[in-house]
């Protein structure tokens, strides 16, 4: 099982801003990275570090983190950007050395 | 252009090895750590194990599932990172990507893997 926790699914109307998160004790320590992936495509880094985008990445994508949480934020989300959205992290538990979220399918309607 | 691209891919009996390669260019391969992730049919992706660079004795990690049988090499003469999976089980069947990783600081520690392959898929069946 998953060290970091994702919600399942998430869905945002069109235009609208939709918060991702990601929960894990690790957290505390490491900034979580995020990855987009759509279907039958390689995942793709759209967050790193503190708030970093990678260059091509839109500045409507934004990351936070405070305590155990990390969170992606899509600021007036589009269509294109219906995807899975995975967090990674360094783990702490010592169980696994680097560890990802379960995914969130995000839907916009 | 900054490129990787894996191959190696196949179906493999449980039980059997096989071996992927990953083929690096556009960029210093020998200054980077690199990954391999692996994401099965329909589920999430799993972090498969990390090799460090010289600079760091190339030292070399894995995810509990695959440590022991999985091992991580690379040879920077060739720009080329390797996978050779051993004693394989039907729940290695997965995409396997190779991915380059990118350190930094900034309160708190981070890695990230900035550019993936296409992965290449393996297939453990009888």
Redesign the interface.
């Known amino acids: 099982s998953?060290e970091l926790t994702q919600d399942p699914a998430v869905s945002v109307a069109l235009g609208q801003t939709v918060r991702i998160t990601c929960q894990g004790d690790s957290l505390r320590?490491?900034?979580?990275?995020w990855?987009q992936?759509k279907p039958g495509q390689?995942?793709?880094?759209v967050i790193?570090?503190?708030n970093n985008r990678?260059s091509g990445i839109p500045d409507r994508f934004s990351g936070s983190s405070s305590g155990n949480t990390a969170s992606l934020t899509i600021t007036g989300a589009q269509a294109e950007d219906e995807a899975?959205y995975?967090c990674?992290s360094?783990d702490s538990s010592g169980?696994?050395?680097?560890?990802?979220?379960?995914?969130t399918k995000l839907t916009v309607l | 252009e900054v490129q990787l691209v894996e191959s190696g891919g196949g179906l493999v009996q449980p039980g059997g090895s096989l071996r992927l390669s990953c083929a690096a260019s556009g960029f210093t391969f020998s200054d980077h750590y690199m990954d391999w992730v692996r994401q099965a049919p329909g589920k999430g992706l799993e972090w498969v194990g990390r090799t460090r660079n010289k600079a760091n004795s190339y030292t070399t990690e894995y995810a509990a599932s695959v440590k022991g049988r999985f091992t991580i090499s690379r040879d920077d003469s060739k720009n080329s990172l390797y996978l050779q999976m051993n004693s394989l089980k039907t729940e290695d069947t997965a995409v396997y990507y190779c991915a380059r990783g990118m350190r930094g600081w900034s309160r708190y520690y981070y890695y990230y893997m900035d550019v993936w392959g296409k992965g290449t898929t393996v297939t453990v069946s009888s």
């Open positions: 998953s320590s490491y900034y979580a990275s990855y992936q390689a995942p793709v880094l790193y570090g503190k990678p899975d995975y990674n360094r169980n696994h050395p680097e560890v990802f979220g379960g995914g």
